[in-house]
């Protein structure tokens, strides 16, 4: 057999050039070399791509290679592509090396047939499932490879209700597994000229003849059997930032289980009682990736009839107080260093960990007037507003408002902007109201129904807890200083910056110090620029915003004095050089 | 419908807008969008300050009313039917994307997005996409009745492009022509073509 051109199996031997076979089949290579379980995969390289792209089809070889590709597959696996009994199913995904949008999305459950259907419902006792997996393919391949409009499919619609469907577009997805995967293969080859991605390259100056990969990886089942099941987990609580690890353990079921919250997942201790040596193997494999990317790690799982297997890794997504805690941790844990640290706490999350809160007890006598869910977090009092033009009048007189509304449309837009915060009686974290006011960066409740909220009162909107209370309640703002963490990174961002940032109180006698806040009351923030010339230091609680420190600093301020401090240290830090 | 309610309509839909921004939303030339919105003040179907303009309460009742005169076409054509409620299911996988680009599910909380983390916007950005490829063929069938609804491909397009391109202001920045600002344009219209209430 000659060696193999277009294909590479990424069985945790040679790791390969992320250019010949993109981000994500690079990442599973790597995750296979350093002994970690990942369900099997093999790439079709970007090299195939620019030949096909070249000669308008699939370069000779491809084929026979890709054959080769899927009998290593079931080899690996004990399974069967396009079988009829314990059915080999495979995701088919595009990876370039720089990702870029306009490109074929994933394609899961590849090779499913109604035979295929029939076995699995065979194989796992779990018709539903085996006709769900089935359904959900047909949707994904007429979607994605055929590009048939998927929003019009009936979610109760069966396998033969799609076909039909798929038939009257005039096209046909393939019975044949392997003629599902050559299309497939295709369908990715051709995203590459998508129109989206062309241009993207074409601005970002992305040279259009690198070409994308294609991965084609054996899908694990968490529900074949009592043995198995999916969860998720954080090699640190992604809220708290607590080095423990945190996760869900959702046993016989799959991904999309989890996600759908159709079950109630259980936490990851009752995986140790019930899969003890997975279990320690996921516990082992999390700290190693912990380790191997030095921050805080998001892993997806199966286990499949006892046998771990690793879906994905990637940092963490990560609440405002873990990720400075985490950052601090890491550094003393040796993981990384300093400079890093402070890239790894954005300014934003430091503003939103110094917002107002309600004063401890606060809430103790005061009065509910209304309850929905809260759609943006944040403290704010005033007058109970129902019209967004009051709202607007009210707050050019100086006046705080709450613009209390049924709903809001594109006609509310400038009161919300207006008010100090929104309330709305119906919808709920995707509606209207939930959207603007989070892009206003309004505390808002939505969704409160009927209320006790009356027009000429005054109230408190706690926007997380997503509560309106009776009159104007005590709020807090929490000091930089008063958190170890914070006051921990304020001192390292200090060592890092030669722009010094300055609290009031410690900066008595700084000559030629301009006085920004003054300035602003007759300028908008862009106006920042106009009238520094020369000065080198500056001062005002504007400052305290990363921006209007950035742009300080780019007009030549070296001593910005204002607080917080760590909001623009973080974010001169951030600045290009 | 004729162009003084065409206007009229625009109105509806953006308030406080500049003639620029009318002739812009309903596609018809800036002059004559000039004129009609003159006429409209001086007979006080609409107020104008600083340029900007919003329609009378009474005007906006008054054009409601008239909304089932020049959409009852439409509304009876079942091929433009289908198509709008194509939209509304469309919109809610919209709704999705937006809340999915505001806001991060961490450990089964949901957070705001700082929009620290490139890789989860660029999923965002690549759903979004999505919702474009999905929502053009539908404006191409709406247009078949109504072509002026074609121009909100081009605007949603442009405002994709820019967020991919970089400027995250452009997903859903209310200040601007963002995806999410041009999206519910679109959908205010076609709720007053259609005569229904949002429905959250």
């Known amino acids: ?577 | 419908m004729n162009d003084r309610d065409l206007v009229l309509h625009g109105l509806a839909i953006k308030r406080h807008a500049t003639a620029a921004d009318v002739a812009e939303l309903i596609d018809l030339a800036g002059p004559r969008v000039s004129a009609l919105l003159a006429t409209a003040a001086a007979t006080h179907r609409a107020v104008e300050v600083s340029a900007a303009f919003a329609l009378t309460p009474l005007a906006r009742v008054a054009l409601e009313g008239r909304y089932s005169l020049h959409f009852n076409a439409v509304r009876g054509d079942s091929e433009f039917v289908a198509a709008y409620e194509s939209f509304e299911k469309l919109n809610r996988s919209l709704k999705d994307v937006i809340t999915a680009w505001q806001t991060l599910d961490v450990g089964g909380a949901r957070v705001a997005n700082d929009h620290s983390d490139p890789a989860h916007d660029a999923q965002v950005l690549a759903r979004l996409g999505r919702v474009q490829d999905q929502i053009e063929p539908i404006l191409t069938r709406l247009s078949r009745r109504i072509p002026r609804l074609r121009v909100y491909a081009d605007k949603l397009l442009t405002a994709l492009e820019a967020a991919e391109d970089g400027d995250a202001a452009w997903v859903s920045d209310v200040r601007r022509a963002s995806y999410h600002t041009v999206w519910f344009e679109l959908h205010e219209d076609l709720l007053r073509i259609m005569g229904k209430t949002r429905e959250e």
């Open chain 1, 1 to 577: 057999m000659p060696d193999p051109r277009w294909v590479v199996h990424l069985d945790g031997g040679v790791l390969p050039d992320k250019e010949a076979i993109g981000g994500k089949a690079w990442s599973i290579a790597r995750m296979r070399a350093i002994g970690l379980p990942v369900p099997p995969a093999f790439v079709i390289s970007t090299a195939a791509c620019r030949a096909f792209l070249e000669g308008g089809g699939l370069p000779v070889g491809l084929s026979t290679e890709i054959d080769q590709g899927i009998a290593w597959l079931e080899a690996e696996t004990g399974r069967e592509f396009g079988g009829s009994k314990r059915p080999l199913l495979v995701s088919v995904r595009s990876g370039a090396a720089i990702s870029m949008p306009g490109m074929m999305d994933t394609v899961l459950n590849l090779g499913m047939s109604d035979s295929a259907e029939a076995a699995l419902a065979l194989e796992t006792g779990l018709a539903e499932f085996a006709r769900d997996t089935h359904r959900r393919f047909l949707d994904l391949y007429s979607s994605i490879v055929l590009k048939i409009p998927s929003e019009d499919a009936h979610p109760a619609a069966v396998p033969t209700d799609l076909r039909r469907r798929i038939e009257a577009a005039g096209h046909a997805v393939p019975e044949s597994a392997k003629a599902q995967l050559i299309e497939a293969v295709r369908a990715v080859f051709g995203s590459w000229n998508a129109r989206r991605a062309r241009r993207y390259r074409e601005h970002h100056g992305i040279a259009h003849d690198l070409g994308t990969a294609v991965t084609i990886q054996a899908m694990v089942f968490g529900n074949l059997d009592e043995r198995s099941g999916t969860g998720v987990i954080f090699s640190r609580n992604p809220l708290s930032g607590e080095r423990v690890p945190y996760g869900e353990y959702l046993p016989r079921a799959q991904g999309e289980d989890v996600v759908s919250g159709r079950f109630t997942p259980l936490p990851l201790d009752a995986m140790s009682v019930r899969e003890p040596a997975a279990h320690a193997q996921l516990l082992a494999a999390t700290d190693l990736l912990e380790r191997e990317h030095g921050d805080i790690q998001d892993v997806e799982f199966t286990v499949q009839a006892g046998k771990l297997y690793l879906l994905q890794a990637r940092s963490a997504k990560r609440a405002a107080q873990a990720a400075v805690r985490a950052a601090v941790d890491m550094v003393a844990e040796r993981m990384i260093d300093v400079k890093s640290a402070l890239l790894r706490v954005s300014p934003e999350q430091v503003r939103s960990l110094l917002l107002p809160r309600l004063r401890e007890g606060a809430t103790m006598n005061a009065a509910v007037v209304a309850r929905g869910e809260g759609a943006c977090p944040g403290v704010a009092s005033g007058l109970f507003v129902f019209e967004p033009d009051e709202a607007e009048r009210r707050a050019a007189n100086g006046e705080d408002v709450i613009l209390v509304r049924k709903t809001t449309s594109p006609d509310d837009i400038h009161g919300m902007i207006a008010a100090r915060a929104v309330v709305t009686e119906q919808g709920g974290s995707t509606s209207h109201a939930a959207v603007v006011s989070r892009a206003l960066g309004r505390p808002c409740v939505v969704g409160v129904g009927p209320s006790d909220i009356r027009a000429g009162g005054s109230g408190t909107v706690d926007g997380a807890a997503g509560v309106v209370y009776d009159g104007t309640l005590p709020v807090v703002a929490p000091r930089e200083d008063d958190d170890e963490d914070l006051a921990t990174l304020i001192a390292w961002a200090r060592d890092h910056s030669s722009i010094r940032v300055l609290k009031p109180r410690e900066a008595t006698g700084i000559a030629g110090c301009i006085d920004l806040d003054a300035r602003l009351k007759s300028l908008p923030l862009e106006g920042l620029a106009m009238g520094l010339n020369g000065a080198k230091a500056a001062r005002g609680a504007a400052l305290s915003n990363p921006a209007a420190a950035v742009s300080a600093v780019e007009q030549g301020i070296e001593t910005l004095v204002t607080e917080p401090v760590l909001p623009a240290l973080l974010a001169i830090m951030r600045m290009s050089p």
